[in-house]
């Protein structure tokens, strides 16, 4: 007798032990790109400030990209655990505003126990405006986005160049040439009836021709 598949009747491969959740890993590998160019924005800044201030540039350096690693990582880590816990995709740009907020708090809390406990309290408060003022900026530039998107294109077509002086066309928009149509199909009618009116005043003359015709053979039949 055959052993069974040990893929399973359904034939999907096995799950494997160390494999993470989709959830956690939405949270995590953004976070940590985050946290890796937050980093190398740390070192830079901390090496031309390092020269600037301290005996031991490198040090200095290393130190500021350490800290500016964790703060990033953390930040949007926490950001990432609060509008997963909220509903991703249903949360409001205020929501955002809010959770940004609160991820700057723990990613402020984070930097000042690096930097020493004096530095918690006043590093959750600044971070925390500063993740909500950031997010808050963020939401007004898309929102603005959206609206352009959304216009309709005329503000385009008026711009065009065809539509300058020099050029012998025009770009038309849809309602322009809508109008434009019925203007011309308002104009085939007037030309159709004029045309029918024709036809019924000839028709009428051949009648009365007609008529004429038959009263005259008719006098001309008679008998004197």
Known sequence: MSQPSRTGESGEAPRRRNDLPPE?????????????????????????????????????????????SILGGTFWASRGIVLHAWGKDKVTPREKISASAIAGTVGGTAGGLLRGR????????????????????????????????????????????????WSPMKVLSDAEYESMLQEKLLRINAQIALVDENIEALRGQEREIAAKKALDESQVSKPN
């Open 118 to 165: 004096k530095n918690v309290i006043p590093g959750a408060i600044m971070f925390a405006i500063l993740g909500a003022t950031g997010q808050m900026v963020y939401n007004m530039a898309d929102a603005r986005n959206s609206e352009r998107s959304q216009e309709p294109q005329e503000r385009d077509l008026k711009d065009s160049w065809l539509n300058s002086k």
């Open 24 to 68: 956690v890993l939405d949270i995590i590998a953004p976070a940590l790109q985050v946290g890796g160019i937050s980093g190398m924005s740390g070192l830079l800044v901390g090496g031309f400030a390092g020269v600037v201030r301290s005996n031991t540039p490198f040090l200095f350096a290393l130190a500021s990209g350490i800290q500016w």
